[in-house]
């Protein structure tokens, strides 16, 4: 159970140490003095590891619950906390130079001499996917394995341009550091030399249209799991990716206005999603919310229902049913974009509808807009238009977007 501040502020003390537990490994130590100081154990390189986050009641119940997530974003990034206090307390002490300073003012110095754009590009690159590891190090700290281990975890999620673009920065700010005297060397001279190699682009294989009903009807003919029909199934109305999907929790949609929000962490891009919810996809989420509505996320795994289930699942029901190399549960979004496009939609609706960015770099800095009304509609249409074909009606005639 958590822990309340009543329960925390009565504590007594005892003749030995004893902890009170909240949840997510924060505990508050009480001492046989009667001073508390709140906790959190965690695990980092497959070893148990305590950490203090303050001293009760100076930092609260509340507070000590943003500093666990701190934390544990920390931990996410794979940052040990207890080492980044120890180099932040190092840098205090020394007055050293943090790397987020000096990436805030080698931006501050160049943003003048840039395209807006390009400004914007480089401050949502610093504060994605630099500064959260990197920001609080010391600059004499870091080394080269450190911005190469930076650099792989942005590759391992695919994000192959963005890599690129995070090399290049990098290896500026050390360059205006050497210039003013901040640091000795420039750690990232000759990234590119270890950067991953982009794999080819792969066209996940999908049915025709005309072939969808048929794939439906094996697949409620199937033994695969309930849960795992309907993913199938919001995966073909929404579009979105199956590791989007497969993580999602209930808090991230709200059935009432019909959206699910994916928050930017999530998100490949790194950029936060508004997906719209036809009422086909709102009649499914209604029928799932029966099955595991008790649960944080929409498809918990079959032996531990705090995970997802796994990333193969999918793919598996598709296999068992005939379709292996036909249609994978990516290849719906790529069945969804040839449709829409072949209906004429504007492209800017479809591919924010997909999530991607603009080829144009440029134009896709500028294009904040979520065209969510416009999206809707569309996402509306095409549902009506797969369960029109599904009843055995012709597939409605969807009027051509301006």
Known sequence: MALTDTAARTAKPRDKLYRLADTAGLCLEITPSGSKLWRLRYRFGGKAKMIGLGPYPTITLAKARERREDARR????????????????????????????LAREWHAYNSPRWAASTASKAMLYLESDILPILGQRPLDEIKRPDLVALVRKVEKRGAFNVATKIRQWLSQIFRYGLAKGAVETNPATDLDVVAAVAPRTQHHPHVPLTELPELLRKLDAGKCDPTTRLAIRLLLLTGVRPGELRHAPWAEFDLTSATWTIPAERMKARRSHIVPLPQQALTLLAQLEQITGTYPILFPGRNNRERP??????????????????????????????????????????????????????????????????????????????????????????????
Request: proline share 2%; net charge neutral.
């Open 74 to 101: 920390q931990l996410a990034n794979g940052v040990d906390p207890a080492a980044h206090k120890q180099a932040e307390k190092r840098a205090q002490a020394a007055h050293v130079h943090r790397f987020e300073d």
């Open 309 to 402: 289930q796994s990333e193969n699942t999918v793919n598996k029901a598709l296999r068992q049913i005939g379709y292996e190399g036909r249609q994978t549960g990516h290849g719906f979004r790529h069945l969804l974009s040839t449709e829409l496009n072949s209906r004429g939609y504007n492209r800017d609706w479809i591919e924010r509808q997909l999530a991607h960015g603009d080829q144009d770099e440029i134009r896709d800095t500028y294009n904040h807009a979520h065209y969510l009304p416009q999206r809707r509609k569309m996402m509306q249409e095409w549902a009506d238009s797969v369960e029109a074909l599904c009843m055995g009606s012709n597939v409605v005639s969807i009027r051509k977007a301006q």
